[in-house]
């Protein structure tokens, strides 16, 4: 992490004070949604292949409940501690509110290098992880997803063990599964689809032509592949990708299909991707395009390289990738943010869509989904757009203003002690 990086709990309270101050919130509501309401922190021993005990942290963060019970995904990395998952929790609280689905925020992690991981040990440390945390889950309470390090292998995992312990399959106690688990059409696609029509939302309001619009995309995991191939199929062309190999650029396009079979075929990397020149990661954030799709990381545009990005619009795929002491410096450049909590909402609308159809035991066509997410998005990005030009704040303050007013109304309806 860069010097000028900030603790992401901090760049999320700094954005949640600006929009409350705006908003005028009173001190007791700020303070109720100031703090998450649940924080739990587990020790997970796993039997590994070698015959070794190894302990492994584990959390999960119950941020809000008032809008319904909290959703959020599960991450696995050697980055995860508690201030993360508590910054992430509060983003999903902000991010379900802005979409108007019926959700709180919560989010999970374990502190652990998948990569380095069997498939066994996986599956036992996703087990010991579900069962420690059986009284926190519930599709009525806190409902888990996928996230960086996490697919629908995870998921199947956790889900067959919660109903294991329960005593009937439970498939609505978590999202992302596989599509013969329950799992729903197009929620594979999901987040990188919202980040593309969130990019046509906002290239319209710019007045930007997407045919021949040029796009670097930062990350290539499901949400910045699946975002450079859905922005490319609207005319736009894709300069850069870029993962933890490195960045790749090429003037004349990369063509998306084929860098993703080639990381298919390649553990999963796009290391030595012949196609295209490699660059460095900072690079990639300061190339000359007309849109930046930041889709790997928290911290990547920080106040050490934000007076270098020379894109026109910057769509966050990923949660938290612009620390908030480069909010300032974007806004002053006149660069237009669609943030995370609104651009990367495309995934836990389709999760709701999951839950949805798990509880009804009826199946949508992936039309459908599709149709009903991207009407979601375009209406969330325009009420956004509008909250921005009411209150004169960037399309970031404006989202948390939109979300915060919600949770707070509800808040007071439903009373406290
Ligand atoms: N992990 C994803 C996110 O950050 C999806 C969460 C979900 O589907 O519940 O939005």
Redesign the pocket.
């Given at each position: 992490m860069s010097q000028a990086a900030l603790n992401p709990l901090d760049s999320m309270m700094s954005r949640f004070d600006e929009a409350t101050k705006i908003l005028g919130l009173d001190e007791s509501t700020y303070n109720v949604l100031k703090y998450p309401q649940k924080s739990v922190m587990v020790h997970l021993p796993i039997m590994m292949d070698n015959g070794k005990v190894q302990v492994f942290e584990g959390y999960r963060v119950v941020h809000n409940g008032y809008l319904g019970p909290s959703?959020?995904?599960i991450r696995y990395s050697m980055d995860v501690n508690q201030d993360e998952v508590k910054a992430?929790a509060a983003w999903?609280t902000w991010?379900c509110a802005v979409v108007g689905i019926p959700y709180g925020g919560g989010k999970g992690g374990i502190k652990c290098d998948p990569r380095s991981m069997s498939k066994g040990e996986l599956e036992r440390l996703t087990r010991a992880y579900t069962a420690a945390m059986f009284d926190v889950f519930g599709p009525d309470k806190d409902?888990?997803?996928?996230?960086m390090g996490t697919g629908q292998q995870e998921m199947a995992w956790l889900m067959d063990e919660y109903s294991k312990m329960k005593g009937f399959s439970s498939p609505a106690v978590v999202?992302?599964k596989p599509l013969v688990l329950g799992g729903s059409l197009g929620r594979v696609e999901a987040?990188g689809r919202g980040v593309m029509v969130s990019t046509r939302s906002a290239l319209a309001k710019l007045g930007i032509n997407p045919i021949g619009a040029t796009c670097a995309v930062q990350g290539f995991g499901n949400v910045g592949s699946i975002s450079a191939k859905l922005i490319a199929s609207q005319g736009l062309r894709i300069v850069a990708i870029s993962d933890i190999s490195g960045a790749y650029y090429n003037a004349d396009g990369i063509d998306v299909d084929d860098a993703i079979t080639y990381r298919d075929a390649s553990n999963g990397t796009l290391d030595g991707y012949k196609k295209a020149t490699k660059i460095s990661n900072n690079d990639l954030l300061t190339l000359n395009v007309d849109v930046l799709v930041p889709a790997a990381m928290e911290d990547q545009i920080t106040a050490d390289n934000a007076n270098n990005v020379k894109a026109k619009l910057i769509v966050e795929g990923a949660?938290g990738p612009t620390s908030s002491n480069a909010d300032a410096i974007l806004n002053k450049k006149g660069i237009m943010v669609v943030p995370d909590i609104l651009a990367?909402?495309g995934?836990?609308t389709v999760?709701y869509f999951e839950w949805v159809q798990n509880r009804l035991g009826y199946f949508w066509t992936e039309e459908r989904v599709n149709r009903r997410a991207d009407r979601v998005m375009k209406q969330a990005f325009e009420g956004v757009y509008q909250a921005s030009k009411k209150y004169g704040v960037s399309m970031r303050i404006a989202a948390y203003i939109v979300a915060i007013d919600k949770v707070a109304s509800t808040m007071k309806l439903r009373g406290i002690y």
């Amino acid at each position: 992490m860069s010097q000028a990086a900030l603790n992401p709990l901090d760049s999320m309270m700094s954005r949640f004070d600006e929009a409350t101050k705006i908003l005028g919130l009173d001190e007791s509501t700020y303070n109720v949604l100031k703090y998450p309401q649940k924080s739990v922190m587990v020790h997970l021993p796993i039997m590994m292949d070698n015959g070794k005990v190894q302990v492994f942290e584990g959390y999960r963060v119950v941020h809000n409940g008032y809008l319904g019970p909290s959703k959020g995904g599960i991450r696995y990395s050697m980055d995860v501690n508690q201030d993360e998952v508590k910054a992430l929790a509060a983003w999903m609280t902000w991010k379900c509110a802005v979409v108007g689905i019926p959700y709180g925020g919560g989010k999970g992690g374990i502190k652990c290098d998948p990569r380095s991981m069997s498939k066994g040990e996986l599956e036992r440390l996703t087990r010991a992880y579900t069962a420690a945390m059986f009284d926190v889950f519930g599709p009525d309470k806190d409902i888990p997803a996928p996230d960086m390090g996490t697919g629908q292998q995870e998921m199947a995992w956790l889900m067959d063990e919660y109903s294991k312990m329960k005593g009937f399959s439970s498939p609505a106690v978590v999202t992302g599964k596989p599509l013969v688990l329950g799992g729903s059409l197009g929620r594979v696609e999901a987040t990188g689809r919202g980040v593309m029509v969130s990019t046509r939302s906002a290239l319209a309001k710019l007045g930007i032509n997407p045919i021949g619009a040029t796009c670097a995309v930062q990350g290539f995991g499901n949400v910045g592949s699946i975002s450079a191939k859905l922005i490319a199929s609207q005319g736009l062309r894709i300069v850069a990708i870029s993962d933890i190999s490195g960045a790749y650029y090429n003037a004349d396009g990369i063509d998306v299909d084929d860098a993703i079979t080639y990381r298919d075929a390649s553990n999963g990397t796009l290391d030595g991707y012949k196609k295209a020149t490699k660059i460095s990661n900072n690079d990639l954030l300061t190339l000359n395009v007309d849109v930046l799709v930041p889709a790997a990381m928290e911290d990547q545009i920080t106040a050490d390289n934000a007076n270098n990005v020379k894109a026109k619009l910057i769509v966050e795929g990923a949660n938290g990738p612009t620390s908030s002491n480069a909010d300032a410096i974007l806004n002053k450049k006149g660069i237009m943010v669609v943030p995370d909590i609104l651009a990367n909402a495309g995934g836990v609308t389709v999760s709701y869509f999951e839950w949805v159809q798990n509880r009804l035991g009826y199946f949508w066509t992936e039309e459908r989904v599709n149709r009903r997410a991207d009407r979601v998005m375009k209406q969330a990005f325009e009420g956004v757009y509008q909250a921005s030009k009411k209150y004169g704040v960037s399309m970031r303050i404006a989202a948390y203003i939109v979300a915060i007013d919600k949770v707070a109304s509800t808040m007071k309806l439903r009373g406290i002690y």
